[in-house]
């Protein structure tokens, strides 16, 4: 039996699955109301196409019927299941997802790798095509559905050659992976190259030129016609090397809209990225400012997409970064389809070695936001083939609470984590809640070893794990903290990059006042000196030694909370050896940081704790 097929994964996934028969998601919701409850409970599922992903849960007759739509009554089958092993009220009413788009999206490469993937190899995708258990891709399927996740883009939205075939020679293969997530409502989507026209011998990709038009159009209709219910392409343009419509003089409402019609015949979306920023820049030059760029660009092209067009942001200005105030076009576009995405892999926020789980961020980035403000929501997968499927088995806490999150942007962090603890290893009430703690606790953590005061980019070049202050000082990608023997920060104020006038009254007051500013956005927004006085009375180089302190000790009280947990076999071992590596890396954060700026301000800290010349 395969290491996968061992391992738990929140219920109810327990069991296995057949690999016979269960073609359609109301076969799979009899099925897992079956196999869980092994005639504990009577349940009906009665289909009423009209409730489509949606569905209610009533008494009928002594027992409980559920009545959904095809999806619906499977999502309504995994709502009970999870309310019953909770031990909670069961959903009452029409249960319906907030977003109709719920996707992850996967940076798997054809050759096996993934991109910033901290789980192991590609679950399908290995030697330029794919290659996968069938067992397990229906596992995963399973697990998606049981969270309401329906869309899934295979591969990575840095197209590389072999990718292209996925529409054209490896088509076939790409429907027959399709086929195997349908009885989930899992529908794929794919990752396409805008210069794709260019791969088969077309002299541009000009998105005005009407052979280029007519190319997207065929390509179109075969895909579709292989796979109906393909969700959509998913676009990186003019992003990191990426071809796109600027290398044509053309806008990205032309190179966009050109897709999108070629897609609305089928019901497509045209998922187009808006992480579009100079990464070439002179570090000398002070005047370009990475975070101003995708709101410059896009902000002038509200209400020039097309309505299948969903322009897709991440939550902040940057890139995953472990603090950033939340991206100002999703506050300002407000004639376009919007799409928020989140990175579920921990790029900076500790490689899936470190504990980061990620619901409180969500609930601030939608707290402030607005759930309306989106239409979609996307987040960058963090599954592997690794046993555990996310390298840490804590991990697949950002996973489940992901899709409670994308179903109903108004859940609560610790209500979602506790359910994933309590699903997962059914410990003691203590246990879980201890657990619990643990991961609430995470975030906070980490952010006051790596990224205190909104201070970015701190991290190992290329590789982003583990503390480098200067690594990205003179780089090209626009990623400083412009740190010297004075002071620190980039003065994103009126007064210096105009940044802060991105955002509407009263953020932009707020942050432009570096005495209101929230502390954990304070060296985002301004460049302070060392001297500076806090709200609270400390001075900025104090608080920089203190966070750094407080994060190390957390992670320590951490360790201490989960020695005391007695989860099963391998997950303690694979918990606990990676809460070692955590520990030397908060070590390694808090003594380089400090060091790096003891070492410009020569201030010593006020508590006369260790810190090196
Ligand atoms: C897929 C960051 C990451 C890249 C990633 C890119 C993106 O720059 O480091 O690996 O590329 O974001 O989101 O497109």
Redesign the pocket.
């Given at each position: 039996m395969d290491g996968w097929m061992e391992r738990r994964a929140w219920l109810p996934m327990l069991n296995q699955l057949p690999q016979e028969g269960l073609e359609t998601p109301l076969a799979m919701a009899k099925y897992e109301l079956e196999a869980y409850f092994a005639g504990r409970e009577k349940t009906v599922c009665r289909l009423d196409a009209a409730l489509g992903e949606g569905f209610e849960i009533t008494e009928e007759n002594g027992g409980l019927s559920i009545r959904g739509g095809e999806t619906g009554v499977l999502y309504g089958a995994y709502a009970l299941i999870r309310a019953r092993a909770c031990g909670e009220d069961l959903p009452r009413g029409v249960q319906k997802p907030y977003y109709p788009l719920r996707m992850i999206n996967s940076?798997d490469n054809m050759d096996g790798s993934v991109?910033?993937g901290y789980s192991g190899r590609s679950i399908w995708f290995e030697g330029g095509r794919f290659a996968y258990e069938p067992a397990r891709i229906r596992q995963l399927g399973r697990m998606l559905a049981s969270v309401g996740i329906n869309v899934l883009c295979v591969n990575?939205?840095?197209v590389h050659q072999p990718a292209q075939h996925l529409l054209d020679t490896l088509l076939p293969d790409t429907a027959r992976f399709a086929s195997l997530l349908r009885p989930f409502g899992v529908r794929l989507m794919l990752s396409i190259d805008f210069s794709q026209p260019m791969q088969q011998g077309l002299p541009t990709a000009d998105p005005l030129d009407e052979g280029v038009r007519a190319w997207w159009a065929d390509t179109a209709r075969r895909v579709w016609s292989a796979i109906p219910d393909l969700a959509g392409f998913l676009v990186?343009a003019d992003?990191?090397h990426r071809p796109g419509p600027n290398t044509y003089g053309r806008s990205h409402a032309e190179g966009a809209n050109m897709l999108a019609r070629a897609i609305a015949p089928y019901g497509g979306a045209l998922v187009w990225?808006a992480?579009v920023y100079n990464c070439m820049q002179d570090w000398r030059d002070q005047t370009t400012d990475r975070p101003r760029a995708a709101y410059d660009l896009y902000m002038p092209l509200d209400g020039a997409f097309d309505g299948n067009v969903i322009l897709q942001v991440k939550h902040g200005p940057y890139?995953f970064q472990v603090r950033e105030p939340l991206s100002p076009l999703l506050l300002g576009m407000k004639k376009t389809n919007l799409a928020i995405e989140f990175q579920l892999a921990q790029?900076y926020t500790g490689h899936q070695i470190d504990l980061y789980a990620m619901p409180p961020m969500w609930r601030e980035c939608f707290d402030q936001m607005g759930k309306e403000r989106v239409r979609a929501i996307a987040a960058v997968s963090n599954l592997g083939r690794d046993d555990n499927w996310t390298g840490h088995p804590f991990a697949a806490a950002n996973l489940f609470a992901y899709g409670l999150f994308a179903w109903n942007p108004d859940a609560d962090p610790e209500k979602a984590l506790r359910q994933w603890a309590k699903l997962t290893y059914s410990l003691p009430e203590n246990q879980t809640a201890a657990l619990t703690g643990i991961l609430m606790k995470s975030q906070e953590a980490y952010e006051n070893y790596a990224a205190t005061l909104g201070l970015c980019w701190m991290v190992t070049p290329g590789d982003?794990y583990g503390p480098n202050p200067y690594g990205y000082e003179f780089q090209a990608w626009g990623t400083y903290i412009r740190a010297d023997r004075n002071a620190v920060g980039i003065d994103r104020t009126g007064g210096g990059t105009g940044y802060v006038n991105q955002y509407p009254e009263p953020l932009r007051s707020l942050y432009a006042d570096a005495h209101t500013c929230p502390d954990n956005l304070l060296l985002f927004f301004h460049r302070l000196p060392y001297s500076f006085v806090m709200k609270d009375g400390r001075t900025l180089i104090q608080r920089i030694y203190d966070d750094h302190f407080l994060g190390c000790a957390q992670a320590e009280e951490m360790a201490r909370a989960l020695s005391g947990l007695e989860l099963p076999f391998p997950d303690r071992k694979e918990a606990e050896e990676r809460m070692q590596k955590q520990l030397a890396n908060a070590r390694e954060w808090r003594d380089i940081v400090n060091t790096f700026f003891h070492r410009f301000c020569g201030i010593a800290d006020d508590k006369g704790r260790k810190i090196y010349d």
């Open positions: 940076w991109e910033r990575n939205v840095n990186k992003s990191e990225r992480f890139d790029e982003h």
